[in-house]
């Protein structure tokens, strides 16, 4: 291999190196923002998780606040409008629809890391009301905005009843805010039984809901 073709391959994995550095000062923000909270996370600490120095991290991000706002855009907020897509084409019933969005959900999310970022902004906004406006605007408004596509889909169908939209919404939700809260409260935690099934919970919460939402069908007339 001659000087030209080396250099040429050493300059292609630092590009490529420079390309994944982004993701991982996420990944590092993400991970340290869960586990000890935003106020007492240093940027210091995000930079040296993901191998890199301070002065690196503040290449891609402009301050703290800015690395977790783009924290929550690459795990949650960025992915409104691909869920909006999958639930536009979905070719089902809604019944079948919020049982595929709650499992989703929990594959993608719920069972992920992300989950941390509800309890991390619950705790946090207090503190930071800028942020805790840019959650509500990025994060819990397009999910409820969402989940109330749903049910409006079921109602428009003659599938559903549910004479309270707004609260039908917040009731979709909550066993996604409760688990995310569950698996991430750290020492006031209840440990979980072995034979606790996250999925499994989260069905029988859909169908609990269904069991009341469920438009009657029509009874036909007695034949003549």
Same mark, same amino acid.
Request: hydrophobic share 40%.
């Given at each position: 291999m ?21 993701? +991982?000062? %996420?990944?590092? !923000?993400?991970?340290?923002? &869960?586990?000890? =909270?935003?106020a007492a996370?240093?940027?210091? @600490? ?5 191998g ?12 703290k +606040?800015? %690395?977790?706002k !783009?924290?929550?855009?690459e &795990?949650?907020? =960025? ?6 897509? @999958?639930?536009?084409s ?5 019944e ?7 499992q989703v959900w ?14 991390l902004m ?6 930071f ?20 596509r749903?049910l409006?889909r ?5 599938e559903?009843?549910i ?6 919404v917040?009731?979709?939700?909550a066993?996604?805010?409760f688990l995310?809260l ?8 209840t440990?979980?039984?072995n ?9 029988l ?6 069991h009341?939402w469920r ?10």
């Amino acid at each position: 291999m001659d000087s030209t073709t080396s250099i040429s391959a050493t300059g292609s994995r630092f590009e490529r190196r420079k390309q994944a550095r982004p993701g +991982e000062l %996420l990944e590092a !923000a993400l991970a340290l923002f &869960v586990e000890k =909270g935003f106020a007492a996370t240093r940027v210091d @600490e995000v930079a040296a998780r993901a191998g890199v120095s301070k002065g690196t991290l503040f290449l891609y991000f402009s301050t703290k +606040e800015d %690395l977790l706002k !783009a924290v929550v855009r690459e &795990v949650i907020a =960025g992915r409104f409008a691909e869920w909006g897509r @999958e639930l536009d084409s979905f070719e089902g019933s809604t019944e079948e629809l919020l049982r595929y969005c709650m499992q989703v959900w929990w594959r993608r999310v719920g069972d992920t890391p992300a989950a941390g970022i509800s309890k991390l902004m619950l705790c946090e906004a207090q503190n930071f009301p800028e942020l805790s406006d840019f959650y509500r605007r990025e994060v819990i408004e397009p999910g409820n905005e969402l989940v109330g596509r749903i049910l409006r889909r079921g109602v428009e169908r003659g599938e559903l009843r549910i004479p309270e939209m707004q609260y039908a919404v917040k009731l979709v939700l909550a066993p996604m805010l409760f688990l995310s809260l569950w698996e991430h409260a750290g020492g006031l935690r209840t440990p979980q039984p072995n034979d606790f099934d996250q999925q499994r919970f989260l069905s029988l919460h859909v169908e609990a809901l269904l069991h009341g939402w469920r438009a009657t069908p029509s009874v036909p007339s007695p034949a003549a």
